[in-house]
């Protein structure tokens, strides 16, 4: 993990604003989402899940962990707690499980100019998400602590609707608003927008190995943070959890929208002017490829 680690030579300062951008932009997006209304063509509905590739890209380009943390926190303050609602134990369930998917997908790219990668990367990190949040669903029908309401007595069924509803956020929100855009930004922007906003891009001429990314320690990580989701999905079903909804939902969605776009371009443009005063330049690195 030493060796990966490298990759990454932002300062404290330039991590905490990747941190803010990561927040600040993807909780305007979700909240862009909730305008969005769904389509239903029959018993199948198609709606936007979540624009995942902003924080793909950000991990992708400046540092996974960060970027990671940002969107997690972003969705849970301008997507709840800004709209005047908190779900408890539940929102930790969505902040492990979208952290743990966000950070492997930035860590698997170890070159962001190879669209193989980044396309590898960017739908691996859907389906982990996804995978776990319906890991989490049909565990909490199977012992008990959730009824299933569409066929009331068959814990089977859960298994058969929860599968579908996978396929489809991954067919649908995964592909058109996942993987296509971070296929298309990543390679684009590496080696451009980091110089403008202050940051040295991550070196792509290093070269590791799948067993020096994926390890044992990452897994069993990975594997923790998905129980612990598990765990504190299944205390937002019982008496220990405590939520939390104003009912003004929809009068607050365009404050959460205004605060999270002030602050996306408030740190954007500090990033610049710490850019200019320090003056720093670099290669556009994609063309000494």
């Avoid at 008496?239 to 009912?247: H, K, P």
Wanted: hydrophobic share 50%; proline share 4%; net charge negative.
């Amino acid at each position: 993990m030493n060796q990966i680690q490298k990759r990454y030579v932002l300062t404290s300062s330039q991590k905490m604003m990747v941190f803010i951008l990561s927040m600040s932009l993807y909780g305007l997006s979700n909240m862009i989402t909730e305008l969005v209304p769904s389509i239903y063509v029959g018993p199948v509905e198609f709606s936007i899940e979540y624009f995942a590739f902003i924080p793909l890209t950000l991990a992708m380009l400046f540092h996974p962990l960060y970027a990671a943390i940002g969107a997690s926190l972003g969705e849970v303050i301008f997507g709840e707690i800004m709209l005047g609602q908190f779900g408890g134990f539940g929102e930790v369930e969505k902040f492990l499980s979208f952290s743990l998917a966000i950070f492997i997908a930035g860590t698997l790219v170890k070159d962001p100019t190879n669209r193989r990668q980044v396309g590898v990367a960017a739908i691996s990190g859907v389906v982990i998400h996804q995978f776990i949040s319906m890991m989490v669903d049909i565990g909490k029908v199977w012992i008990g602590v959730e009824e299933l309401e569409a066929v009331s007595g068959l814990a089977e069924s859960v298994v058969v609707i929860e599968g579908f509803s996978f396929l489809n956020d991954i067919l649908f929100s995964g592909i058109l608003f996942a993987l296509l855009p971070t296929l298309y930004l990543v390679p684009r922007l590496y080696g451009k927008i980091e110089p403008l906003l202050g940051m040295k891009p991550r070196d792509n001429t290093m070269k590791f190995s799948t067993s020096e990314i994926i390890t044992p320690r990452l897994i069993s990580g990975g594997v923790i943070l998905a129980l612990l989701a598990f765990c504190s999905e299944v205390l937002s079903e019982t008496d220990f959890n405590r939520e939390w909804d104003s009912g003004l939902e929809g009068s607050l969605i365009w404050v959460s929208i205004a605060l999270s776009a002030i602050i996306a371009i408030i740190t954007i443009v500090y990033l610049l002017k710490r850019k200019t005063k320090t003056n720093v330049t670099y290669p556009d690195l994609r063309e000494t490829q």
